[in-house]
Structures are given as structure tokens and as C-alpha cells.
């Protein structure tokens, strides 16, 4: 069993990158803003447990085929209880067109120590397959879960791991919708599809709106290793429910809002009100690591030669009992600071510094784009339209290629034959295999870091 340390809160650093100088006339500011969580003070809740876990397992009647899917999302549950540290509250959800909470029952969390795991993984052993699928109840059980009296109530931390291997066909897409809409910024959660016969829109549905990640298990015999993975990043968050803050000046608009690395995940309408102008973009949990956001702002227009702070980019946690590195306690009910940056407009004749790309921002447009490329290629490709196939992921291979990011050039490769990567010109492959095109499909919104100078 791994039992990993209980980790300390983050401390939060944010850098702003962009072309401040607009031309005449110019209105809109693009910014790429770097969010850095590294090992810091403690910003722990001043009661509770720090972290809470439900695992919802598919039991559906076609993780029966083959049996090896079955035994192993068993026995990948089993590796992430072991991976869980003593203390956190958990639960196990066995989910098919309705959901049942098989361990520990009761509509409520266990508390993980050698006692605990080894009953959850008795209660697994028992887990057979049969019935339909029904994901947006196996949601609706884990906000409950996550809510209920007892351990894991008011945890900072509140993260689901979610596998399936069919599609949603026991529900609606309306009410998976709702089940998502009720579950968004009550907990994270991570999605898997094993083997090749769900559905990909759906199970990345879940993770983006639940701000967590989406993969392909296409082999079950995967799914441990993956599971543990999933878990032990999991143990590493230090803080959840932290809000990236936006605000602008008067007349100013928000034009968008995207995280683009890790993942490309459009924010803009998840904002929620934070006082005048200003406005609250949900991020998640963190532990320590390192995201990217571009903020795109229309400003009034201004004279030459003017300058004006176009917005004010704060990191935040939600009001309560909390300490905050270099500040001390915050007063309950009044969000915490964490950092913050400024991104900023000056009016200039120079053509040269006016029509500057900031690197930053430019990468990010294209690995957004890139992203855009897969899918709308992938979905020409179902629908018979090959020339737009070829055309939409042709450029793809173009923006991986000049990008560097390797891995997705990769996946294209196994879904069409490079003729010149720098050109994008392509020819689609006669067959490929549900798993490549699956995996190139979920994995279309992965990013690379820009190469900062």
C-alpha cells in the first residue's frame, strides 16, 4: 500500500504574457496567463478532512464481454484504495441504469485505513456485471457522497474517478446534461473509457464539465496502473475550489476565457459573479504544478499614446477559516488572495510593436486550433466527407508538426500517412483501428508548453 504525506497547500504565482501595444482603434488584449502552484504554507481547512474520493465502477451487463474488463476495473479499484492516504474519505459506486454505493452503504464515506480497504475490496470481489448504463446517476450519487454528514464533509479537496465501457443508452442526453450541471463545482472528476465501445463525446462531457481528465484504457489489463496514477495525483492536491478572478474596467468586455495546457477546456460560460466587474472562472483542485489560461478582453478604444490596465487577474479559494502563505488567517466568508497579475493596453503608431504576437499567446491560439482540426476532421471522416477528412486533418498534422507537440503528431499518424508534416499534406488511412481513432479523439485537447525564452 502506498500511504503517501499528507501534502501542504500551494503557494501561487501568476505570470502574464502578451503584446501590450494595440493600434489605433485596437480594442481587443490577449493575454496568456501562467498559474504556478508549488509547495508552500498551509492554506488547510481549519476542520475536517482534507481530501474525499468515490470511485464509480460500470457494472453494466457488457463489462461482462469480455470478462477481462470486469476483473479489471476489480482490480484497479483495489490498486486505487491501497493508493489512498490513511484518512481519506471514500466510497465505492457500482453504476449501471441506476447506482448503488456498495461500500461502505449507507448514503455516506468511510474514513481509509487497513480496516476500511480491505472491506471495500471484500465488497468488490462481490461486483458482477449486468443492467444498462446510466452515468448521469452514478454523478448524482457522488454529489450526494460528497455532501453527506460525517467523514469527508466540507473536505477541501473532493475528487470522482469515473470508468465506463458503454454508452449512455439508459438516460437522456438532457438529463446526463443536468446530472452535470447539478455536479459542477461540487467535486472534480477524472473519466476512463475501457475497451472501444463507448462513446467519446460523452465521457470527455463529463470531465470537462467537472474540470477533471479524460483518457483511453483500450486494454483493461491498464487499468491498475492507470487507476494508481489517477490517485496519486489526487493525494497531491493541497487545495480545491480555486477560482481564476477577472476583473476589468468599465465598458470592458470579456471575450473569453479557455485553459490551454494541460488541457484546452473553454471557461467563459462558467462565470459566476465576484462584485462589480469582476467575475469568478473555475479551476479545480491543485497540488503542485502549472497551467496556462488565455484571456482574451475588449477595452474602449483610447488616444495615442494612452495606457490603461485592461485587467486584473487573481487567484482565489472560497471564504472560510484559512490561512493564507505570507497573510495569515482570512475572516470566514471573505475569499482568500492568492496572487495576481495585471494585463495591460498602450495605445502606439509604432506598426511594429502593434502588430508583435506575443510567442505565448500565438502558441496557444494554435494548439486550440489544433484541437478543433482533430475533431471536426475525425467527424468528417464518420460522415463520409472525406475531402474535409483530409483537409481538417492535414492542417492538424501542420499545427503539431510546427508546434512541436509530438505526441498528438504521433496519434495523427495512425489515423493518416504524412506526405509533408510542414505543408499538412496528408493522405487518410484505408483502415484504422477503433483504438487509435478513440485515443486520437480523446486526446485531441492535450497541449504542450509553450518554449519560453
Known amino acids: 500500500m502506498a500511504n503517501f504525506a499528507k ?20 480594442r481587443d488584449v490577449h493575454a496568456v496567463v501562467t498559474v504556478t502552484a508549488s509547495g508552500g504554507a498551509s492554506l488547510a481547512r481549519a476542520a475536517g478532512p482534507d481530501a474525499a474520493v468515490v470511485v464509480m465502477v ?17 482490480e484497479a479499484t483495489a490498486a486505487a484504495l491501497d493508493t489512498l492516504r490513511d484518512g481519506t474519505s471514500f466510497a465505492v459506486v457500482a453504476g449501471t441504469h441506476k447506482a448503488r454505493d456498495v461500500y461502505p452503504g449507507g448514503g455516506r464515506l468511510a474514513v481509509a485505513d487497513p480496516a476500511t480497504r480491505a472491506a471495500a475490496k471484500e465488497a468488490l470481489r462481490r461486483l458482477g456485471a449486468g443492467g444498462g448504463t446510466a452515468i448521469g446517476t452514478w454523478l448524482r450519487l457522488a454529489e450526494r457522497l460528497f455532501a453527506a454528514d460525517g467523514p469527508g464533509s466540507g473536505a477541501a479537496v473532493r475528487h470522482a474517478v469515473l470508468l465506463t465501457d458503454g454508452r449512455n443508452e439508459h438516460e437522456s442526453p438532457e438529463e446526463l446534461a443536468a446530472a452535470l450541471a447539478a455536479c459542477a463545482g461540487r467535486f472534480t472528476c477524472d473519466a476512463r473509457g475501457v475497451g472501444t465501445d463507448w462513446e467519446v463525446k460523452e465521457v470527455t462531457a463529463v470531465a470537462e464539465a467537472l474540470l477533471g481528465r479524460a483518457d483511453i484504457v483500450a486494454d483493461p489489463a491498464g487499468l491498475a496502473a492507470d487507476f494508481t496514477g489517477m490517485m496519486a495525483a489526487a493525494m497531491g492536491k493541497g487545495v480545491g475550489d480555486v477560482a481564476l478572478r477577472l476583473w476589468t474596467p468599465l465598458n470592458a468586455e470579456v471575450r473569453f476565457v479557455k485553459q490551454v495546457s494541460p488541457t484546452v477546456v473553454d471557461l467563459t460560460d462558467r462565470r459566476t459573479g465576484a462584485g462589480p466587474r469582476a467575475g469568478d472562472y473555475p479551476t479545480g483542485s491543485w497540488g503542485d504544478e502549472s497551467r496556462d489560461y488565455h484571456v482574451c478582453v475588449r477595452v474602449p478604444a483610447a488616444g495615442l499614446g494612452q495606457e490603461m490596465l485592461a485587467a486584473r487577474v487573481s487567484l482565489v479559494v472560497p471564504g472560510g477559516p484559512a490561512t493564507v502563505p505570507g497573510r495569515g488567517a482570512t475572516d470566514g466568508g471573505v475569499p482568500a488572495v492568492l496572487s495576481q497579475g495585471l494585463v495591460r493596453a498602450v495605445w502606439t503608431d509604432d506598426l511594429v510593436a502593434s502588430t508583435a504576437i506575443s510567442p505565448q499567446v500565438a502558441h496557444y491560439t494554435g494548439q486550440a486550433e489544433l484541437a478543433q482540426a482533430i475533431r471536426q476532421g475525425l467527424e468528417a471522416r464518420k460522415s463520409g466527407d472525406f475531402d474535409s477528412a483530409t483537409a481538417k486533418l492535414g492542417r492538424a498534422v501542420q499545427l503539431a508538426s510546427a508546434s512541436g507537440n509530438e505526441d498528438t503528431a504521433k496519434l495523427l499518424a495512425k489515423v493518416v500517412d504524412v506526405v509533408d508534416a510542414a505543408t499538412g499534406t496528408v493522405r487518410l488511412k484505408a483502415k484504422v483501428a477503433d483504438a487509435d481513432e478513440m485515443t486520437l479523439e480523446t486526446r485531441s485537447t492535450q497541449t504542450v508548453r509553450v518554449k519560453k525564452s
Open 7 to 26: 501534502p501542504r497547500a500551494p503557494r501561487f504565482a501568476v505570470e502574464v504574457y502578451q503584446n501590450e501595444f494595440l493600434p489605433d482603434g485596437g
Open 58 to 74: 460500470d457494472c453494466s451487463g457488457s463489462m461482462e464481454y469480455p470478462p477481462t474488463k470486469m476483473r479489471g476495473a476489480r
